[in-house]
């Protein structure tokens, strides 16, 4: 499945769910395996300095996420957390 190019221009230029700079959709689940990763419910703005932090950094998406207090992010697009595995979690994925 190809990327949606409609909804990347949407997230375009929104400002960084962290820093609110200029940003660009960032799958916030980003595994291939999961065929509608190009959902609006798994995107959020990233800019460019911290989606590379999100990317390059070992601490996995539960580490960035607690790093930048951003559970009511998660929570606001229906995300929930698996405690016994410390993960984040969509109904949809």
Do not use: Q
């Amino acid at each position: 499945m190809g990327r949606d190019k409609k909804l990347s221009l949407k997230f375009r230029g929104k400002p960084c769910v962290i820093c609110k700079c200029p940003g660009s959709g960032d799958h916030i689940l980003n595994y291939r395996r999961i065929p509608s990763r190009d959902m609006e419910w798994n995107l959020w703005s990233l800019c460019f300095n911290h989606h590379r932090e999100k990317t390059d950094h070992k601490k996995g998406l539960y580490g960035f996420v607690n790093e930048h207090s951003l559970e009511d992010k998660l929570v606001e697009k229906n995300f929930y957390f698996i405690e016994e595995s410390f993960t984040w979690w969509h109904e949809k994925a």
